[in-house]
């Protein structure tokens, strides 16, 4: 069964940085490429990043883009987001996702909670 | 990028009943359109891919239809566990993006 966990949220400063992780089992971890997508209160979903299988591309949307920053350990089966400077509008339920394929998500953590308050 | 336009935003529909929700693309995504499903406090869950492939494990009265610029999901007979938020999302190139969602409540 795949299991994907997140953890590393929190309340970040304005300007701040907070490290995501993302520890995941049950499938061959270097064998996929991984995302992370993102809920803001009350809004829809938002895709934030992609890496592939080992690392050597990325992917951001522009709305992080030059801020986050998604690596991977396969030797760890674990994925990060570093989230430097924050802004409010970061402020959202943090998912890792393993799609099935390209960009198509068949398998989500439960998230972690990312709050960016002073 | 694409825009995803979802429509209703809120849908009211009695259990057992049917129900169609409507994707659009600003642009020809082809056939690269997905559908979840997600419920508050919960994971999205994977519907269907490929516009009219469901996704491991989801039942028959979920289905997808449509290519390039519209697209459709409709529930068949409509259960209490089918009461949710529903998005399409593309996936023909970067970036991916999502609609902003169906509510799918109860009437």
Known sequence: EVQLLESGGGLGQPGGSLRLSC???GFTFSSYA?????????KGLEW??????IGG???YADSVKGRFTISRDNS???????????RAEDTALYYCAKPRGATVFDNWGQGTLVTVSS | EI??????ATL?????????????????VSSDLAWYQHKPGQAPRLLIHGASS????IAARFSGSGSGTEFTLTINSLQSEDFAVYYCQHYNYWPPTFGQGTKLEIK
Not at chain 2, 54 to 57: E, K, M, Q
Request: charged share 10%.
């Open chain 2, 54 to 57: 469901r996704a491991t494990g």
């Open chain 1, 23 to 25: 520890a995941a089992s």
């Open chain 2, 12 to 28: 009211s529909v009695s259990p057992g009943e049917r129900a169609t929700l409507s994707c659009r693309a600003s642009q020809s």
């Open chain 1, 57 to 59: 591309s990325t992917y």
């Open chain 2, 3 to 8: 825009v995803m336009t979802q429509s209703p």
């Open chain 1, 48 to 53: 934030v990043s992609t890496i592939n299988s």
């Open chain 1, 34 to 42: 991984l995302s992370w997508v993102r809920q803001a209160p009350g």
């Open chain 1, 76 to 86: 760890k089966n674990t994925l990060y987001l570093q989230m430097d400077s924050l």
